[in-house]
């Protein structure tokens, strides 16, 4: 290498998808007032997914059939909170050309699809008999679910909080 050829800057690299019309747009589409839907209903199906969970482990712990019934119940709510979160979310992706161009939103999309699928399966899986069907299997959906959550949240956290999406620019 030349001493010229190293004294050079090189060129900088271009993203092609930062090249894109509609990168910058991602302000909500979905939402009320300025504020994203998504996000005031993802909170209903991470809660009670964890409430799920603590229902197993009480039943587990006690025996009482009321924490069997109330995690039928929070299982279910978690399930049919998630079919609407995950409705707005997929407008969101498929409305913000901002949001639609970056693979990170995907992921998150990917994620939360599977992550609604093991909470249906937890519902129906208790359908049949709820006070079976939390040991053993239940209980360890119930966990994995809780893992799933987290992992989709954090997601969601990060595309929200790095990359702006899905937020409101507001009136200031």
């Not at 894109?20 to 589409?29: F, I, K, L």
């Not at 603590?54 to 587990?60: E, I, N, R």
Request: glycine letters at 12%; one cysteine or more.
């Amino acid at each position: 290498m030349t001493d010229k050829a190293a004294r050079e800057k090189p060129e900088p690299l271009l993203d092609p998808i930062e090249q894109s019309p509609g990168y910058d747009d991602t302000e909500t589409n979905v939402g009320i007032w300025g504020h994203p839907i998504h996000a005031m209903t993802v909170a209903f199906p991470v809660a009670l997914t964890f409430c799920t969970l603590g229902a197993d482990a009480l039943y587990w712990w006690s025996g009482e059939l009321f924490w069997a019934r109330a995690a039928v119940w929070a299982a279910g709510t978690a399930f049919l909170f998630g079919l609407a979160a995950g409705a707005t979310g997929t407008a969101e992706l498929l409305l913000v050309p901002g949001i639609r161009a970056r693979a990170p939103a995907w992921t998150h999309f990917v994620i939360a699809v599977m992550l609604l699928s093991l909470l249906g399966a937890n519902w129906g899986y208790r359908l049949q008999g709820y006070e079976s069907a939390i040991l053993p299997y239940g209980i360890l959906l119930s966990g994995f679910n809780v893992l799933v959550v987290m992992v989709t949240g954090w997601h969601g956290g990060k595309l929200v909080f790095d990359y702006r999406l899905g937020t409101s620019k507001g009136s200031g």
